[in-house]
Nanobody, 116 residues
Framework: QVQLLESGGASVQPGGSLNLSCVTS????????LSWYRQAPEKERESVAR????????TYADSVKGRFTISRDNEKSTVYLEMNNVKPEDTAVYYC?????????WGQGTQVTVSS
């Protein structure tokens, strides 16, 4: 059974930083790309960042390019999202995601709130 457990969400002021983590189990982590998504109130869930199996290729939503960094530790089966210079529009629930065995797999999410 795939399990994705996000943590690190918090309330932070604009311009601040946060580090999110997603500890995973139940699938061969080293063989799959992973993603972070987010969903703001009354908005659709959107892709934030994706990383390939080796951690050598990453893609980002235009809205977070230059501010967020996705990374992974294949020994710890963990994917990370470093968030810098956060903005109020980054407020959302952030989810870890992997497509495995023909199925979408999501974590329970971690809340990030950016306000002064």
């Amino acid at each position: 059974q795939v399990q994705l457990l996000e943590s690190g969400g918090a309330s932070v002021q604009p311009g601040g930083s946060l580090n999110l983590s997603c500890v995973t189990s139940g699938f061969p982590f080293k063989k799959y790309g992973l993603s972070w998504y987010r969903q703001a109130p009354e908005k659709e869930r959107e892709s934030v960042a994706r990383i390939n199996i080796y951690g050598t290729e990453t893609t980002y939503a235009d809205s977070v390019k230059g501010r967020f960094t996705i990374s992974r530790d294949n020994e710890k089966s963990t994917v990370y999202l470093e968030m810098n210079n956060v903005k109020p529009e980054d407020t959302a629930v952030y989810y870890c995601y992997v497509y495995y065995f023909g199925k979408d797999n999501w974590g329970q999410g971690t809340q990030v709130t950016v306000s002064s």
